[in-house]
């Protein structure tokens, strides 16, 4: 009965009616359509990349090697950088911060973030302290930090999850608190209990927010890292920045620079993969 | 006389800490198989009345008994929304499996008994798919099969078909009237329109908006099954659709003077 009102529908587009564009033709165009204008993107990206490094060379020409390195002494200092092992062991260094940092603040974020938005009495309580805490810059921590944790390691990933902390919790919070009404009312009117309600509507509805704090989370826990070896005792990717740096070894600076871009944008890429993979139910189309 | 599967006495329901009273002095029962309507104006505390039956909500004067019991959310009753309110991270066969869950089905059967619904709504090809690749009308249906899905003995329903197209309204109530006369749960049906009441239900309860209260209680004894003998065409039907806008349109010029009073001793 009620295949009828929806399968005709279906037989009409599909079937070609003389006179008509076939379906695999307007597809073909559109591919084709698409095709010309990622060529555009790609085109333009390529050019944009290829004045920099032509103005790289313009402003060394100009100023001197002091203001900006050759591109091709970058190059070189990069191999030699990741032939002896220093920037392998640098990344090694500064990866363990940044994972231990983000997930530290993962975990506590979103257990918190799950507290605060599931009990309004606790968020009640907290949020003067939480606004307060969140509103202070991060580097306000940094002594306090190196006197409880010291220089080395363990303060580092307090610096990190100290950074990145916060937007985790507030997403999270966020996301939970405000969970769709209605969506509530029926698990309610159909016998979910608080528990229930909270893993099978509350949590699932506040995942893509969750995902979203944790994107922003990652993203200045890579920064935390970055500052946290630049300000305590000097290691990783920031150490060795800091080194080249102070010795205006600008194409070793720029070697290291290259890497942390990278870094960056693989953390952002795939969490904003995962965040896609997840999210996919919003689509409304 | 059969006991009534749902028994409404002297029921009040007071909002904003007692400032806006939303429900006065409602009492009706519904008999064990009865499909029965609440009708009237907006602003007349339909749904919270259907919301009160599910225990969703207490009101503050009176009782309410289902089954002989204080009503609270759980096996003997389901409800079916305006919007089909299903869970978009579920699919469409996910979203049975969980109304089944809470009341307790293992897992093996969860999926059976929800394809087994699907099945009879005409979805059972949509079952992996996600709520929003479906119609609005489609949706509807899952929403029902959902409150199907845990076979109530009360069948709560607040204007399921009122965000619909005409067309698939109609394809909808039609399928209702049968699923109803294969299951004979009772119903509880809101709606504002009029037409609807009449067409559905075998009782029509009619309610005079601020504060909510019955204004008439209305039999419908249109013949069985409607869906063969439409009885839209019939002297009859056009009769009781007559009195019941007769007394909407009545309470539209209470409404008028008490307005004008009002305005005439500003307090």
Redesign the interface.
């Known amino acids: ?3 009828e ?2 399968k005709p529908a279906l037989a009409d587009a599909v079937r070609p009616r003389p006179g008509t564009v076939s379906a695999a033709q307007l597809e073909a165009r559109g591919r084709k359509r698409r095709q010309r204008q990622d060529g555009l993107v790609l085109g333009a990206q390529i050019l944009i990349g290829l004045s920099l490094i032509a103005g790289m060379y313009l402003l060394n020409a100009t100023s001197g090697k002091l203001f900006m390195p050759r591109p091709d002494d970058v190059l070189a200092q990069s191999i030699k950088l990741w032939s002896n092992g220093t920037m392998l062991r640098a990344l090694g260094e500064s990866l363990t911060v940044l994972t231990f940092g983000f997930l530290l603040s993962a975990v506590t974020g979103i257990l918190g973030g799950a507290l605060l938005g599931g009990f309004h009495y606790v968020s009640r309580v907290l949020d003067p302290y939480v606004n307060a805490l969140n509103s202070t810059p991060g580097a306000a921590f940094i002594p306090l930090i190196i006197v409880w944790f010291g220089l080395y390691t363990e303060a580092k990933v307090v610096l990190v999850w100290n950074a990145a902390f916060f937007p985790i919790l507030i997403n999270t919070a966020a996301g939970i608190a405000n969970a769709d009404r ?2 509530v ?8 209990k608080r528990a ?1 309600l909270f893993w ?2 509350m949590l ?2 506040a ?1 893509p927010s969750i995902l979203s704090g944790l994107r922003i989370g990652a993203a200045i826990s890579t920064v935390g890292t970055v500052i946290a070896e630049l300000t305590m005792a000097q290691s990783g990717l920031g150490g060795l920045l800091a080194q080249a740096g102070n010795r205006f070894q600008m194409d070793k600076y720029f070697a290291v620079v290259i890497v942390l871009m990278a870094l960056g944008t693989a953390i952002t890429a795939a969490l904003r993969y995962a965040e896609r993979r997840i999210g996919a ?5 | 006389m059969t006991e009534p599967l749902i028994s409404l006495k002297n029921v009040g329901k007071l909002f904003g800490d007692g400032q806006v009273r939303a429900l006065q002095d409602v009492s009706f029962d519904v008999r064990p198989g009865e499909f029965i309507s609440l009708v009237g104006p907006s602003g007349c505390g339909k749904t919270t009345l259907l919301r009160i039956i599910n225990g969703l909500i207490s009101p503050e004067e009176g009782s309410v008994t289902v089954m002989g019991k204080k009503p609270e959310p759980g096996p003997d009753l389901a409800m079916v929304f305006q919007s089909a309110r299903l869970l978009p991270w579920r699919t469409v066969s996910g979203n049975i499996e969980f109304a089944l869950a809470l009341r307790g089905h293992d897992k093996v059967e969860r999926r059976s008994r929800a394809l087994a619904l699907l099945g009879a709504v005409g979805l059972r090809d949509f079952a992996d798919a996600f709520p929003h690749q479906l119609s609005g009308g489609m949706q509807q249906r899952v929403g029902l099969a959902r409150a199907l899905a845990v076979e109530p003995k009360v069948l709560l329903m607040d204007e399921p078909f009122a965000a619909l197209d005409a067309m698939t309204r109609e394809v909808l109530r039609k399928e209702l009237l049968q699923m109803w006369a294969r299951r004979r749960m009772a119903i509880v049906f809101v709606t504002h329109d009029i037409d609807e009441a009449v067409y559905l239900s075998q009782r029509i309860v009619l309610l005079r908006p601020r504060p909510g209260r019955i204004d008439e209680v209305v039999d419908v004894a249109l013949p069985e099954p409607r869906w063969e003998i439409d009885p839209r065409t019939t002297a009859q039907f056009a009769e009781l659709r007559t009195h019941l806008w007769d007394r909407i349109h009545a309470m539209a010029r209470d409404g008028e003077a008490l307005e004008e009073l009002a305005s005439a001793f500003p307090m």
Request: without cysteine.
């Open positions: 009965m009620t295949e009102s929806v209605d969506l009312e029926m698990g309610r009117a159909f016998g979910a229930s099978n509507v699932p509805h995942l139910w919003r689509v409304t189309t």
